[in-house]
């Protein structure tokens, strides 16, 4: 059973009309306007005249020409009609009840609707009966402050997961440099002072006295005195004569000799004494979560629950 509507269905009848006949005739050819109808299906009629006369009638089958009709439908009364007038394919009052009759939609379109949910423009408490906010009661699932993400092999029905703001990790951190600050420092010495020690164990020279004579002379007769080995006067003897005696050279040398003098090695105790740097590394940012959001909007989920 479907009730059937169409655009631009509209003729006129070809005879006179009683007011309870219930076979509508329309001028040949004009039934082909009006929508084929099977067993159980009916559509709305509008009879209607230059004196704006009304009545609806309800077509429960259609041959040709010929309509067969219930009279009088949607608070309207049967009339006596004439041929030439109108008689057409409206949409009445009665078409709304057909699709919006509780019993019929309770029964085959409220099924099609349950679990549906969708976004509503309008506060919480004006929320449409059968209508449910989604915040977990209800058989609702909880959708207050969320996003909505389409199910499929990356997330299952009813996943949640997210977070309204995020914090990078050390590895997440894009290049950036530090500050550094150092104010210098000193280090102060410590030096008590120290000595050597001198290792002389001693040394002597060696003398090389080839030996030399001195000429001296006294009248004619020349003596000549010795000095060093051998018998004769000795170096240094004076002849008292009234002689003279003559410059020689001894040639003496004393042989040079390493002295095998030493400086002991002695701790220096200087200390160098530890000194705080002070130098620290500068704080680059400062820790903050992000936004992890795209623009929006906020508007209530609802479910129809029947």
């Not at 009279?71 to 057409?88: P, S, V």
């Not at 030399?212 to 008292?240: C, K, P, R």
């Amino acid at each position: 059973m479907v009730v059937k509507v169409a655009n631009n269905a509209f003729g006129t009848l070809a005879g006179n009309l009683t007011s309870s006949q219930t076979t509508i005739t329309l001028a040949a050819g004009q039934g082909a306007r009006f929508p084929v109808l099977q067993p159980g299906d009916w559509f709305w009629g509008t009879l209607n005249n230059a004196a704006n006369n009304i009545e609806i009638v309800k077509v429960t089958a259609l041959a040709g020409d010929a309509l067969t009709v219930l009279r009088g439908q949607d608070n309207t009364a049967g009339l006596a009609w004439t041929a030439g007038d109108k008689f057409e394919l409206r949409t009445p009052a009665a078409l709304f009840h057909d699709y919006l009759d509780i019993a019929t939609f309770n029964a085959t379109i409220a099924p099609l609707f349950t679990g549906i949910i969708a976004l509503w423009s309008g506060s919480v408490a004006t929320i449409p009966a059968h209508w449910h906010l989604c915040d977990g009661t209800t058989g609702t699932p909880d959708l207050r402050n969320r996003f909505i993400v389409g199910a499929g092999s990356t997330y299952a029905v009813a996943a949640t997961g997210g977070a309204a703001t995020y914090s990078l990790t050390v590895s997440q951190l894009p290049a950036h440099g530090h500050g550094v600050s150092d104010p210098g420092h000193a280090h102060s010495v410590y030096d008590p002072g120290h000595g050597h020690g001198i290792s002389d164990p001693g040394h002597v020279h060696g003398v090389n006295d080839p030996g030399h004579v001195h000429g001296w002379s006294d009248g004619s007769a020349q003596v000549y005195a010795y000095s060093g080995g051998g018998s004769g006067l000795s170096g240094g003897s004076t002849v008292n004569r009234g002689t003279s005696m003559n410059a020689a050279s001894a040639n003496i040398s004393i042989a040079a000799h390493g002295t095998n003098i030493s400086i002991l090695g002695a701790g220096s105790n200087i200390g160098i004494y530890g000194a705080g740097t002070s130098i620290s590394i500068q704080n680059t940012g400062s820790g903050s979560s992000i936004e992890n959001r795209p623009p929006y909007y906020a508007l209530a989920y609802i479910m129809y629950t029947g």
